[in-house]
């Protein structure tokens, strides 16, 4: 079965930091992609999203968030501005995002583990109280990201491009939480070890794009390369690729709240 039969949805892309958005937008719907959910990470790019998300009514999905990458150097009010426009946008968004901690020691040395958990825990109040889900970084934070998670009692999470320890993936799944599966499946040892262990009614696709993959070779992602994801995915698992296209996109639709 070809790419094209399959109904396929990108559930995290970095829509704004795309130059030509137009072309990505139909390279996607070439390859069956029925829905891209294009993530924030700062007050701008949040202003973007929604932008994308009104040209591409009912292909382009919002969410709106806060990279703890961009923690560093932040003032509370230039926090507090972010958080604002989401609650101001909450109607119109299907999730919050991309948002969570991030322990690599570059972005530590300019927001520390308090502060970043202080901002997430923001963020989970607010996603809690509008019963929204949240679209979760959780690099080296893996323990944490998901403590703080459950603890705010977020009913929907996706711990997206997940590499941590099966401990922890074990507790994400007993929550009913999921994980997303991006195009270094091909590659990475421990995102694919992941995405074994996960069952399937737990899986989501992505492409992160416009992420750089690869090792030998590398390549700057397209949604489109959402084709790489399921691909890999379907190896990984030893599972027909129909069969994956079909539950991951159920999957999407469910925890966003999406009608296609």
């Not at 390279?27 to 701008?44: E, M, N, R, T």
């Not at 999905?61 to 909450?90: C, F, K, T």
């Not at 040395?109 to 202080?118: H, L, T």
């Not at 705010?152 to 999470?157: G, I, L, P």
């Amino acid at each position: 079965m070809k790419g094209e039969a399959y109904r396929l949805i990108d559930s995290h892309v970095h829509l704004d930091e795309i130059e030509n958005v137009e072309e990505a937008v139909q390279g996607a719907k070439q390859v069956g992609i029925v829905v891209l959910l294009a993530v924030g990470q700062d007050y701008d790019s949040n202003l973007k999203v929604l932008e994308l998300s009104e040209k591409y009514k009912s292909f382009v999905y919002p969410a709106l968030g806060l990279h703890p990458w961009n923690l560093g150097g932040m003032s509370e009010s230039e926090i507090d501005r972010i958080l604002r426009l989401v609650e101001d946008n909450i109607e119109s968004i299907v999730a919050i995002g991309e948002v969570g901690l991030y322990y690599d020691k570059r972005v530590r040395a300019r927001a520390d583990k308090d502060r970043q958990k202080a901002v997430f825990k923001e963020i989970l109040d607010l996603a809690s109280r509008y019963k929204k889900p949240v679209s979760v970084h959780s690099r080296y934070s893996w323990k944490d990201s998901f403590d703080l998670v459950r603890e705010s009692m977020v009913e929907r999470a996706v711990f997206h491009w997940f590499t941590g320890l099966s401990s922890v993936l074990r507790e994400i799944v007993a929550g009913g939480y999921f994980i997303s599966a991006t195009p270094a499946a091909e590659y990475h040892d421990e995102h694919r070890r992941a995405i074994k262990e996960t069952p399937l009614e737990n899986l989501l696709l992505e492409t992160d794009a416009p992420v750089w993959y690869g090792r030998e070779t590398k390549y700057k992602s397209r949604p489109a390369d959402i084709l790489r994801s399921l691909k890999a995915v379907a190896q990984v698992r030893g599972q027909e690729e129909a069969v994956v296209a079909e539950k991951t996109t159920t999957n999407a639709i469910s925890i966003f709240g999406i009608t296609i």
